[in-house]
């Protein structure tokens, strides 16, 4: 009588994502006269993560710094036409779960925060580029070169106009808030290929309104997977 006996197979398959990938986005909304506030935001557990906060100001005044989870994030640049100031923030591997993002100003101003987060981001050499512009009338816009291929592209938008603002087509409008003095808005745009000059843009602007808008871009990780593994058996005599 033959012997009979368990035989198994492994197979493991491995994909590697090849370009950033958004995870949430959240914000304050209109603060009025505030000198530090807070809100909550919700961040992934996937790997190599990336957090972009913008804060949008309408009066004379400057970040004074932005924490999530009580860690502090890097200020990258500003952008300002007269009173309206965009200012970006960032940090690499965020805490995961829900965390506080508090921003505290230079004085009590009028503002809307804005924060990101995203995953398979290069947790070096990131942000690998950055850039803005300020003008007035629409459209709001600004350009920015990316140095690697399959770059994500961040934009926060300030402006003195307080509704009717719209995101440009094949932009992702990610948050906007309005009040008495003026909207802030992010948006992102995924996977430029090839690297390159990239422009994010706003529409709704009154003749005389001002803006500011500050851009950056985040080039993908490498080497980061995620592995599925199956298992299998059959009977072998």
């Known amino acids: 009588m033959p012997t009979l006996a368990l035989k198994h197979f492994f197979n493991q398959n491995t994909y590697w994502p090849t370009t950033v990938v958004f995870d949430?986005?959240?914000a304050s909304g209109?603060?009025?006269?505030?000198?530090?506030?807070?809100w909550?935001?919700?961040?992934?557990?996937?790997?190599?993560?990336?957090?972009?906060?913008?804060?949008?100001?309408?009066?004379?005044?400057?970040?004074?710094?932005?924490?999530y989870g009580g860690q502090a994030l890097t200020f990258l640049r500003?952008?300002?036409?007269?009173?309206?100031?965009?200012?970006?923030?960032?940090?690499?591997?965020?805490?995961?779960?829900?965390?506080t993002v508090e921003v505290t100003l230079s004085a009590s101003l009028?503002?809307?925060?804005?924060?990101?987060?995203?995953y398979n981001a290069a947790q070096t050499g990131n942000p690998d580029a950055n850039n803005g512009a300020n003008g007035t009338n629409t459209p709001a816009s600004a350009?920015?070169?990316t140095v690697a291929d399959l770059d994500t592209v961040v934009g926060n938008l300030a402006a003195a106009t307080a509704s009717g603002v719209i995101s440009a087509v094949q932009q992702n409008p990610r948050t906007s808030n309005a009040g008495a003095l003026g909207t802030g808005a992010s948006d992102d745009f995924g996977d430029v290929t090839p690297a390159g000059s990239k422009t994010l843009s706003w529409t709704g602007m009154g003749v005389t309104d001002s803006w500011a808008v500050s851009l950056l871009a985040l080039k993908p990780a490498t080497g980061a997977g995620v592995v599925?593994?199956?298992l299998a058996f059959m009977m072998v005599g």
């Open 78 to 99: 500003s952008d300002t036409n007269g009173v309206y100031r965009s200012e970006l923030w960032y940090m690499k591997k965020p805490l995961t779960g829900t965390n």
């Open 40 to 67: 909550s935001h919700t961040t992934t557990t996937r790997p190599n993560r990336y957090m972009v906060v913008g804060v949008s100001i309408f009066a004379t005044g400057t970040v004074s710094s932005v924490t």
């Open 143 to 145: 350009s920015i070169t």
């Open 30 to 38: 209109y603060e009025a006269s505030l000198s530090t506030y807070n």
């Open 24 to 26: 949430t986005a959240s």
């Open 228 to 230: 599925i593994q199956n």
């Open 110 to 118: 009028t503002s809307i925060a804005n924060a990101q987060t995203y």
